[in-house]
């Protein structure tokens, strides 16, 4: 009996040494994996610049008679379009709905957040997507044909692009304190996609990096917040290495400014961190 209780013993400890480094191997040599799901992608929202043009824009729908401009279009209702510039528009046209995303405006989370998103852009969210149906001398139809919310009245739309969607390589975690490149790109978290206050993991955020510092979708930053100094003395204070936060995947880039979804976060990251190029 002791001798079968012993055999079991000695079975029962390798397997436990084996499952820790079974573990380890998997989260170091994952196949890579999409950074974002379908719908995360095409709902992401962006910043512009120049701001987008209105030349296209939703005035209403399908069982809207009293003209209400809070009414709103679910997938398989159709809108009404108005097209301020005459442009050729044909029948099987895809178009994204937007909107200006005023909400990352009403709460201020750092310090010149404002100046800061003024200089890379304007802000705006990803609605939806339509489908025109009927083309006319009395107007334009469409057919929503996927939602991120609610369209209503007064939404503009822009040629559809698909988005396509980066993979990326699980890895370990980050140095923590691992000392910052001088030599690559740095920048900041401008702002997170619903102007969430504190950002995780699969958050949408919004960096003031773009087609001007060469950043392509795809390529990983890491995000790092520089803490206050810390009193040494009389009038006198030292400074604190950077502590890394998480990563990032760019999912998108435009002229000053990129989107990228958080796939690591060690603690709460906030909109007004920093960001480097990795």
Known sequence: MRRIFFALAVVFLAASAIVPFAQETQTTSLAPIPAATRSQ?????????????????????????THSVVRQFIPGKSVYLSNHSREN???????????????????????????????????????????????????????????????SPGDLLMPFQPRPIPEYTVTKPLDHFAPLDADKPQGRVAAARSNFGFIGKY????????????????????????????????????????????????LSVQAKSCVAIVVASYREIAAGDGVQLE
């Open 89 to 151: 528009v044909a029948v099987g046209a895809e178009y994204s709905v937007v909107r200006p995303a005023g909400e990352i405006f009403h709460t201020t989370r750092y310090t010149g957040q404002g100046t800061a998103l003024g200089k890379v852009g304007k802000p705006y969210e990803d609605i939806g997507r339509v489908k025109v149906t009927h083309v006319n001398s009395e107007g334009i139809v469409a057919k929503v044909t996927f939602a991120c919310g609610p369209i």
């Open 203 to 250: 958050n949408i955020v919004y960096l003031n990096l773009g087609e001007n510092t060469g950043i392509k979708a795809g390529q990983r930053v890491r995000i790092f917040k520089v803490l206050p100094s810390h009193p040494t003395g009389l009038l006198q204070r030292q400074q604190t290495p950077p502590e890394i936060l998480g990563e990032a995947v760019v």
């Open 41 to 65: 992608a095409d709902c992401t929202g962006f910043i512009a610049s120049p701001p987008l043009p209105n030349d296209l824009s939703v005035i209403g729908g399908e069982d809207d008679d």
